[in-house]
């Protein structure tokens, strides 16, 4: 597959460039700062600014799908704008894990051990999921991943949920930024979870 990788110059937005093109997909790695984008076969490095999507629709044309590694910096309507523009019908998004439920079956943000200094940038991400389900022409899927998200070696597995964090025997929830990478190029590949959201953690 042919596909654009938004803010491929982050932790997870480069590892899922690497983890692409190791595959042999295509992979247009779009950064602001294009030169901390991985090099290597299969990709090809593109200065972009995400929040112009007229811009952004010139740098995805052609592509399968698009992977957003942006934390929701930019609205989702930009960015579904700018692949209705380009003609790309697919978009996966790196989530983050503060609408998942937990065991009690209430969000993690509405637990009273969430982090204050973290509620913003959650909200934020809320919103994006909520724009995602409010639109009916894109084919999304919102990639929640574990709690705690870490550098560390690709370990080559994870176990997938849905809705609710998934949480190891010691009761914590984490995952490297390589196997994050793993899990979300797995989904590009089997569309498992379209018009969905899904999990991933050890």
Do not use: C
């Not at 190791?22 to 299969?42: E, L, S």
């Not at 639109?135 to 998200?149: E, K, L, Q």
């Amino acid at each position: 597959m042919k596909i654009a990788v938004l803010g491929a110059s982050g932790h997870a937005g480069s590892e899922i460039v690497k983890e692409a093109a190791a595959r042999g997909h295509q992979v247009v790695a779009i950064a602001r700062h294009p030169q901390a984008i991985p090099q290597g076969k299969n990709i090809t490095a593109s200065a972009g600014d995400a929040s112009d999507p007229v811009q952004l629709a010139g740098l995805i044309a052609g592509s399968d799908a698009v992977i957003s590694a942006l934390h929701h910096t930019i609205p989702a309507e930009t960015l579904l704008s700018a692949l209705r523009s380009a003609g790309v019908g697919r978009i996966l998004v790196t989530g983050g894990a503060a609408s998942l439920t937990g065991p009690d079956g209430k969000r993690l943000i509405d637990g009273p051990d969430f982090p204050e200094d973290w509620k913003s940038a959650a909200l934020a991400g809320i919103a994006f999921l909520d724009a995602l389900k409010a639109n009916d022409d894109i084919d999304w899927t919102f990639f929640s991943p574990a709690m705690i998200i870490f550098e560390g070696e690709r370990l080559g597995h994870y176990r997938k949920g849905g809705d609710e964090l998934v949480v190891d025997a010691n009761d914590e929830s984490k995952i490297s930024f390589a196997d994050f990478a793993l899990a979300m190029v797995d989904e590009l590949e089997t569309h498992e979870h379209s018009r969905a959201r899904f999990t991933a953690a050890y």
